[in-house]
Structures are given as C-alpha cells and as structure tokens.
C-alpha cells in the first residue's frame, strides 16, 4: 500500500465549549491550507461545558499526523482522535433534499425514497422534501438519483460520528 496515499480521515476533537475555540481550529486549517470537506460541532457535555467538533480532511499520513498534533496543542483541546484508523466508528449524516417534479419524474422520486428509506418531511403538488440519514456515500448516491428527477436544493448536517464500543472519548 502507497504511504504517501491521500485518504479521507474523521477526526473527533474534544474540546472547551467557549468563545473563539471554533475559530481557532478553523484557523489552524487555513493557515496551513488543509480543506474541511464537513465540519459539525456541538456541546456535548453542559455540565463541564465540552463540545465535541467533528472535522472531515484529507491528506497523506504525514499531513493528518502533523493536523491531529497541532490540534492537540490548541489550549482548549482535551483530546483528538482520528477515528479512519485509531478505532472502529460509526459516522452518519443527515441532509434535507428538496425535488421538484410531476408525474412520472414525482412517482420515481417517492419509490426512490423507499428504497434509501427517506421519509417526506414537506409535500406540495409541486415538490417534496426528503429527509435521509446515512453513511455520507448513501447521501451523496441519493442526490445523485434525484438529480435528473428535479433536484432543487439539497441541505446537509456534515458527519457526525462516534468510535465503536463501551470506551467514551
């Protein structure tokens, strides 16, 4: 296997639930010209005030070594774990899909639904809006459908992902 690979990698990141650590982090990205391909953060513990941001990247090893060691050095960062390849994980998106159609086009559209088990979350004579949840691969192949079916917009959460079995982060 190829060492210097670009692969995509979910790094958690636990961190102070305060004013300007976002933006810290996000900063951290640019200036060194890493991309975020999804980005979620959220507060996870409001008791001890800890949020969990969730960072989708890509890079060789060398690149999300370096990325998950200067983020450990950020002051509010608690803990960083890259869950491609320190441990099992579940990751899952959600995203809101608006399409637009008449007969046949409508008709395709609902039974498309069905089959990736998105539910109709709003329903005109004219459009549906879809919600799905799934790995970020099912997303992306369910918009891809709904494309050429009338496809107007499409919304989604970014990955939000936890490592698998009894351990917490």
């Known amino acids: 296997m190829d060492e210097q690979a670009i692969a995509t990698h979910t790094i ?3 961190v102070d ?3 300007g650590v ?3 982090v996000i900063g951290l990205f640019s200036g060194r010209g890493y991309n975020i391909e999804s980005l979620t953060v959220a507060e996870i513990d409001q008791t001890d005030h800890m949020s969990r941001i969730t960072i989708v990247t890509n890079g060789t090893p060398q690149v999300i070594e370096q990325i998950k060691a200067q983020l450990g050095r ?3 960062v608690h ?3 890259d869950l491609t390849v320190e441990c099992e994980s579940v990751e899952r998106e959600l995203a809101l899909v608006k399409v637009a159609g008449k007969g046949d086009a409508r008709v395709e559209a609902l039974r498309l639904s069905e089959a990736f088990r998105a539910r109709v979350v709003d329903a005109t004579p004219e459009s549906f809006i879809f ?3 799934g790995n970020s691969e099912k997303i992306d192949a369910f918009i891809d459908l709904m ?5 107007q917009e ?3 959460t970014g990955v939000a992902a936890l490592s698998r079995g009894p351990e917490a982060m």
């Open 12 to 14: 958690s990141v636990l």
């Open 17 to 19: 639930n305060e004013a």
């Open 22 to 24: 976002l933006a810290r």
């Open 74 to 76: 950020l002051v509010p």
């Open 79 to 81: 803990r960083v774990v």
């Open 131 to 133: 919600e799905i949840t």
């Open 147 to 151: 494309t050429p079916l009338g496809l």
């Open 154 to 156: 499409a919304s989604r």
